[in-house]
Nanobody
């Protein structure tokens, strides 16, 4: 079982920036992918970004965040970071980090962290 621990989030004004971090209990070289999803009240959960960690892997962003959000990873720290810029009110949601090990069908989820964009 992979533990996924999130940090960051909070309240930010429109146009501001926030970083979300995700630390996993497994080495990133043993993971197939890490991702971020979000769910706003009354809305379905949507993909924010998904990073394929295999060699040559690509990162996919949701259409609503493309060009504003960036994911990165630090293999030494077993960490993935979601950098969110130019935040909008509609980015308000609970954000979840996921980790999918290689060779397993299971995907492990963090507990979620609230991001609120408001003036």
């Amino acid at each position: 079982q992979v533990q996924v621990v999130q940090s960051g989030g909070g309240l930010v004004q429109p146009g501001g920036s926030l970083n979300l971090s995700c630390v996993v209990s497994e080495s990133l070289i043993n993971l197939y992918s890490m991702g971020w999803y979000r769910q706003a009240p009354g809305k379905e959960r949507e993909l924010v970004a998904r990073m394929i960690l295999d060699v040559g892997g690509v990162t996919t962003y949701g259409a609503s965040v493309e060009g504003r959000f960036t994911v990165s990873r630090d293999n030494a720290k077993n960490t993935a970071t979601l950098q969110m810029n130019s935040l909008k009110a509609e980015d308000t949601a609970v954000y979840y980090c996921t980790a999918k090990p290689k060779g397993l069908s299971a995907t492990y989820w963090g507990r979620g962290t609230q991001v609120t964009v408001s003036s």
